[in-house]
Protein backbone atom coordinates (compact mmCIF):
# COMPACT_ATOMS: atom_id res chain seq x y z
CA UNK A 1 0.00 0.00 0.00
CA UNK A 2 1.44 3.40 -0.31
CA UNK A 3 -0.08 7.00 -0.07
CA UNK A 4 -2.00 8.99 -2.29
CA UNK A 5 -0.16 7.25 -6.06
CA UNK A 6 -0.17 3.96 -6.67
CA UNK A 7 0.28 1.11 -9.26
CA UNK A 8 -3.24 2.10 -10.06
CA UNK A 9 -3.04 5.64 -10.67
CA UNK A 10 -3.75 7.32 -13.93
CA UNK A 11 -1.28 10.63 -14.64
CA UNK A 12 -1.95 13.29 -17.32
CA UNK A 13 0.66 16.15 -17.77
CA UNK A 14 -0.38 19.51 -17.74
CA UNK A 15 2.01 21.19 -20.42
CA UNK A 16 2.73 17.44 -21.61
CA UNK A 17 4.47 19.31 -25.09
CA UNK A 18 6.83 22.14 -23.31
CA UNK A 19 10.42 21.27 -22.56
CA UNK A 20 10.22 20.51 -18.83
CA UNK A 21 6.86 18.54 -19.62
CA UNK A 22 8.04 16.19 -21.78
CA UNK A 23 11.66 15.29 -20.44
CA UNK A 24 9.62 14.62 -16.84
CA UNK A 25 7.43 12.51 -18.74
CA UNK A 26 9.97 10.49 -20.29
CA UNK A 27 11.02 10.17 -17.08
CA UNK A 28 8.27 9.06 -15.17
CA UNK A 29 7.08 6.36 -18.14
CA UNK A 30 10.50 4.78 -17.90
CA UNK A 31 9.73 4.45 -13.59
CA UNK A 32 6.91 2.69 -14.82
CA UNK A 33 4.06 5.62 -14.24
CA UNK A 34 1.12 5.30 -15.73
CA UNK A 35 0.74 8.36 -18.19
CA UNK A 36 -1.81 8.32 -20.11
CA UNK A 37 -1.61 11.43 -21.96
CA UNK A 38 -1.50 15.28 -21.32
CA UNK A 39 -2.80 18.91 -21.97
CA UNK A 40 -2.03 21.40 -24.79
CA UNK A 41 -4.92 23.58 -25.87
CA UNK A 42 -3.59 24.68 -28.87
CA UNK A 43 -2.17 20.90 -29.69
CA UNK A 44 -5.07 19.41 -28.87
CA UNK A 45 -6.04 16.45 -30.78
CA UNK A 46 -2.03 15.68 -31.67
CA UNK A 47 0.13 13.08 -30.41
CA UNK A 48 3.35 12.74 -28.34
CA UNK A 49 6.28 10.19 -28.71
CA UNK A 50 8.13 8.76 -26.13
CA UNK A 51 10.31 5.76 -26.91
CA UNK A 52 7.95 3.14 -27.80
CA UNK A 53 4.21 4.74 -26.34
CA UNK A 54 2.26 7.09 -28.25
CA UNK A 55 0.38 9.73 -25.92
CA UNK A 56 -2.76 11.62 -26.76
CA UNK A 57 -3.09 15.54 -25.99
CA UNK A 58 -6.14 16.79 -24.80
CA UNK A 59 -7.37 20.31 -24.76
CA UNK A 60 -8.66 20.31 -20.98
CA UNK A 61 -7.89 18.35 -17.91
CA UNK A 62 -11.92 17.05 -17.84
CA UNK A 63 -11.53 16.08 -21.85
CA UNK A 64 -8.04 14.35 -20.94
CA UNK A 65 -10.04 12.62 -17.39
CA UNK A 66 -13.32 11.62 -19.69
CA UNK A 67 -11.47 9.89 -22.48
CA UNK A 68 -8.49 8.30 -20.19
CA UNK A 69 -10.18 8.05 -16.73
CA UNK A 70 -7.31 9.78 -15.34
CA UNK A 71 -7.13 10.54 -11.23
CA UNK A 72 -3.83 12.41 -11.38
CA UNK A 73 -2.81 15.18 -12.70
CA UNK A 74 0.88 16.97 -12.66
CA UNK A 75 1.88 20.67 -14.10
CA UNK A 76 4.87 21.64 -15.43
CA UNK A 77 2.69 24.93 -16.82
CA UNK A 78 5.18 27.82 -16.57
CA UNK A 79 4.40 30.44 -13.50
CA UNK A 80 2.72 32.63 -15.77
CA UNK A 81 -0.06 30.15 -16.68
CA UNK A 82 -0.26 28.20 -13.71
CA UNK A 83 -2.81 29.84 -11.96
CA UNK A 84 -5.03 28.64 -15.14
CA UNK A 85 -4.01 25.49 -15.08
CA UNK A 86 -4.55 24.82 -11.44
CA UNK A 87 -8.19 26.21 -11.56
CA UNK A 88 -9.01 24.05 -14.86
CA UNK A 89 -8.01 20.92 -12.95
CA UNK A 90 -9.90 21.93 -9.60
CA UNK A 91 -12.95 22.61 -12.26
CA UNK A 92 -12.58 18.96 -13.54
CA UNK A 93 -12.60 17.60 -10.03
CA UNK A 94 -9.31 15.84 -10.28
CA UNK A 95 -8.90 14.00 -7.30
CA UNK A 96 -4.67 14.30 -6.75
CA UNK A 97 -3.03 17.29 -8.57
CA UNK A 98 0.55 17.78 -8.21
CA UNK A 99 2.16 21.27 -8.71
CA UNK A 100 6.04 20.89 -9.67
CA UNK A 101 6.17 24.45 -11.24
CA UNK A 102 8.57 26.91 -9.52
CA UNK A 103 8.04 30.88 -9.54
CA UNK A 104 4.09 30.76 -9.21
CA UNK A 105 2.53 34.61 -7.40
CA UNK A 106 1.86 33.60 -3.93
CA UNK A 107 -1.54 35.75 -5.00
CA UNK A 108 -2.22 32.86 -7.64
CA UNK A 109 -1.55 30.22 -5.40
CA UNK A 110 -4.04 31.50 -2.21
CA UNK A 111 -6.63 32.00 -5.49
CA UNK A 112 -6.24 28.30 -6.33
CA UNK A 113 -6.25 26.73 -2.85
CA UNK A 114 -9.29 28.92 -1.41
CA UNK A 115 -10.90 27.76 -5.19
CA UNK A 116 -10.35 24.25 -4.48
CA UNK A 117 -11.93 24.93 -1.19
CA UNK A 118 -15.00 26.87 -2.37
CA UNK A 119 -15.37 23.09 -4.04
CA UNK A 120 -15.63 21.16 -1.20
CA UNK A 121 -11.54 20.35 -1.61
CA UNK A 122 -12.37 17.48 -4.15
CA UNK A 123 -9.17 18.11 -5.79
CA UNK A 124 -5.73 17.11 -3.18
CA UNK A 125 -3.24 20.20 -4.10
CA UNK A 126 0.25 18.82 -3.56
CA UNK A 127 2.87 22.18 -4.19
CA UNK A 128 3.99 23.80 -5.57
CA UNK A 129 7.11 24.21 -6.31
CA UNK A 130 7.78 20.74 -5.16
CA UNK A 131 9.43 17.92 -6.55
CA UNK A 132 5.91 15.83 -6.62
CA UNK A 133 5.37 12.36 -5.01
CA UNK A 134 6.33 8.71 -5.17
CA UNK A 135 5.90 5.13 -4.45
CA UNK A 136 8.48 3.72 -5.30
CA UNK A 137 7.95 0.44 -7.83
CA UNK A 138 4.44 1.47 -8.19
CA UNK A 139 4.16 5.03 -9.50
CA UNK A 140 6.24 8.07 -9.93
CA UNK A 141 4.58 11.86 -10.37
CA UNK A 142 7.19 14.61 -10.59
CA UNK A 143 10.55 15.03 -10.57
CA UNK A 144 11.85 12.83 -8.03
CA UNK A 145 14.57 10.30 -9.87
CA UNK A 146 13.33 6.78 -9.77
CA UNK A 147 16.42 4.65 -9.13
CA UNK A 148 18.06 5.83 -5.66
CA UNK A 149 15.50 3.90 -3.55
CA UNK A 150 13.45 0.78 -3.31
CA UNK A 151 10.01 -0.19 -1.94
CA UNK A 152 9.97 -0.27 2.05
CA UNK A 153 8.35 0.35 4.86
CA UNK A 154 9.43 4.17 5.50
CA UNK A 155 6.85 6.99 4.66
CA UNK A 156 8.84 10.63 4.20
CA UNK A 157 7.35 13.58 3.84
CA UNK A 158 9.75 16.93 3.16
CA UNK A 159 9.70 20.34 2.31
CA UNK A 160 12.71 20.52 0.48
CA UNK A 161 13.51 18.57 -2.82
CA UNK A 162 17.26 17.94 -2.73
CA UNK A 163 16.82 16.78 0.77
CA UNK A 164 13.94 14.44 -0.33
CA UNK A 165 16.30 12.40 -2.66
CA UNK A 166 19.29 12.84 -0.24
CA UNK A 167 16.82 11.12 2.96
CA UNK A 168 15.54 8.52 -0.10
CA UNK A 169 19.94 7.70 -0.83
CA UNK A 170 21.06 7.27 2.92
CA UNK A 171 17.47 4.75 3.31
CA UNK A 172 17.73 3.21 0.07
CA UNK A 173 18.46 -0.44 1.36
CA UNK A 174 15.32 -0.25 3.38
CA UNK A 175 13.01 1.55 1.36
CA UNK A 176 9.88 3.75 1.43
CA UNK A 177 6.26 3.19 1.40
CA UNK A 178 5.94 6.89 -0.21
CA UNK A 179 7.89 10.11 -0.90
CA UNK A 180 6.35 13.33 -0.80
CA UNK A 181 7.93 16.68 -1.57
CA UNK A 182 5.01 19.76 -0.03
CA UNK A 183 7.08 22.50 -1.76
CA UNK A 184 8.34 25.46 0.59
CA UNK A 185 6.43 28.11 -0.96
CA UNK A 186 4.72 30.13 2.29
CA UNK A 187 1.70 28.88 0.58
CA UNK A 188 0.99 25.26 -0.16
CA UNK A 189 -1.66 22.62 -0.63
CA UNK A 190 -0.75 19.41 1.12
CA UNK A 191 1.10 20.16 4.71
CA UNK A 192 2.63 18.20 7.21
CA UNK A 193 0.23 17.40 9.03
CA UNK A 194 -1.55 15.93 5.72
CA UNK A 195 1.34 13.01 5.22
CA UNK A 196 1.77 12.50 9.03
CA UNK A 197 -2.50 11.97 8.64
CA UNK A 198 -2.13 9.49 5.77
CA UNK A 199 1.14 7.33 7.07
CA UNK A 200 -0.66 6.95 10.36
CA UNK A 201 -3.90 5.02 8.59
CA UNK A 202 -1.38 3.22 6.21
CA UNK A 203 -0.94 0.02 7.20
CA UNK A 204 2.34 -0.28 5.54
CA UNK A 205 4.17 2.17 6.48
CA UNK A 206 6.29 1.68 9.97
CA UNK A 207 8.19 4.67 10.31
CA UNK A 208 7.69 7.96 9.12
CA UNK A 209 10.71 10.49 8.70
CA UNK A 210 9.51 14.45 8.46
CA UNK A 211 11.62 16.88 6.98
CA UNK A 212 11.26 20.74 7.30
CA UNK A 213 13.06 23.86 7.64
CA UNK A 214 13.19 27.19 9.42
CA UNK A 215 10.52 29.74 8.87
CA UNK A 216 6.51 30.04 9.57
CA UNK A 217 4.81 27.20 12.18
CA UNK A 218 4.30 24.06 10.16
CA UNK A 219 6.62 21.98 12.10
CA UNK A 220 4.84 23.11 15.54
CA UNK A 221 1.79 22.77 14.38
CA UNK A 222 2.85 19.02 13.01
CA UNK A 223 4.47 18.25 16.46
CA UNK A 224 0.78 19.43 18.31
CA UNK A 225 -0.96 16.80 15.65
CA UNK A 226 1.60 14.15 16.66
CA UNK A 227 0.62 14.73 20.15
CA UNK A 228 -2.52 13.78 19.40
CA UNK A 229 -2.77 11.75 16.38
CA UNK A 230 0.54 9.88 15.75
CA UNK A 231 1.21 6.43 17.41
CA UNK A 232 3.83 5.46 15.17
CA UNK A 233 7.74 6.53 15.86
CA UNK A 234 8.57 9.82 13.79
CA UNK A 235 11.76 11.07 12.91
CA UNK A 236 12.66 14.95 12.23
CA UNK A 237 14.90 16.82 10.48
CA UNK A 238 14.87 20.86 10.44
CA UNK A 239 16.98 22.30 8.04
CA UNK A 240 18.54 26.13 8.72
CA UNK A 241 20.48 25.67 12.00
CA UNK A 242 23.17 28.08 10.81
CA UNK A 243 20.68 30.09 8.79
CA UNK A 244 21.51 33.95 9.97
CA UNK A 245 18.69 35.88 10.69
CA UNK A 246 16.25 38.09 8.22
CA UNK A 247 17.71 36.15 5.49
CA UNK A 248 15.57 34.40 2.96
CA UNK A 249 17.36 30.95 2.77
CA UNK A 250 16.47 29.15 -0.95
CA UNK A 251 12.81 28.82 -0.48
CA UNK A 252 9.99 31.40 -0.21
CA UNK A 253 8.90 30.46 3.10
CA UNK A 254 12.21 29.78 4.88
CA UNK A 255 12.96 33.03 6.47
CA UNK A 256 13.20 33.69 10.47
CA UNK A 257 12.70 36.87 12.59
CA UNK A 258 13.67 36.80 16.26
CA UNK A 259 13.44 33.58 17.79
CA UNK A 260 10.23 32.33 16.05
CA UNK A 261 10.84 30.06 13.60
CA UNK A 262 13.85 28.89 13.86
CA UNK A 263 15.71 25.31 13.68
CA UNK A 264 16.31 24.90 17.14
CA UNK A 265 12.39 25.67 18.65
CA UNK A 266 11.16 23.56 15.83
CA UNK A 267 13.53 20.68 17.25
CA UNK A 268 12.40 21.47 20.55
CA UNK A 269 8.79 21.53 19.98
CA UNK A 270 9.21 18.24 18.07
CA UNK A 271 10.81 16.70 20.40
CA UNK A 272 8.92 17.37 23.24
CA UNK A 273 5.94 15.41 21.73
CA UNK A 274 8.42 12.42 21.64
CA UNK A 275 9.83 13.19 18.02
CA UNK A 276 13.60 11.78 17.90
CA UNK A 277 14.97 15.06 15.40
CA UNK A 278 18.62 14.68 13.83
CA UNK A 279 21.43 17.28 13.51
CA UNK A 280 22.05 16.28 10.10
CA UNK A 281 20.03 14.35 7.29
CA UNK A 282 22.86 11.41 7.96
CA UNK A 283 21.84 11.38 11.61
CA UNK A 284 18.62 11.55 11.08
CA UNK A 285 18.88 8.64 9.34
CA UNK A 286 20.77 6.44 11.46
CA UNK A 287 17.99 7.27 14.21
CA UNK A 288 15.38 5.36 11.50
CA UNK A 289 17.76 2.84 11.25
CA UNK A 290 17.85 2.36 15.18
CA UNK A 291 14.12 2.59 15.04
CA UNK A 292 14.00 -0.51 12.30
CA UNK A 293 16.53 -2.53 13.68
CA UNK A 294 14.06 -2.97 17.37
CA UNK A 295 11.44 -3.86 15.08
Given at each position: ?64 M ?19 A ?17 G ?10 A ?77 H ?42 V ?38 G ?21
Amino acid sequence: MAIFVDRTSRVIVQGITGSEGSKHTQRMLRAGTTIVGGTNPRKAGTFVEFDDVKLPVFATVADAMAETGADVAVGFVPPAGAKAAMLEAIDAGIPLLVVITEGIPVHDTMYAWAYAARRGHRTRIIGPNCPGITSPGQSNVGIIPADITEPGRIGLVSKSGTLTYQMMFELRDIGFSTCVGIGGDPIIGTTHIDCLRAFQEDPETDVIVMIGEIGGDAEELAAAYIAEHVTKPVVGYVAGFTAPEGKTMGHAGAIISGSAGTAQAKKEALERVGVRVGRTPSQTAQLVREIMRGR
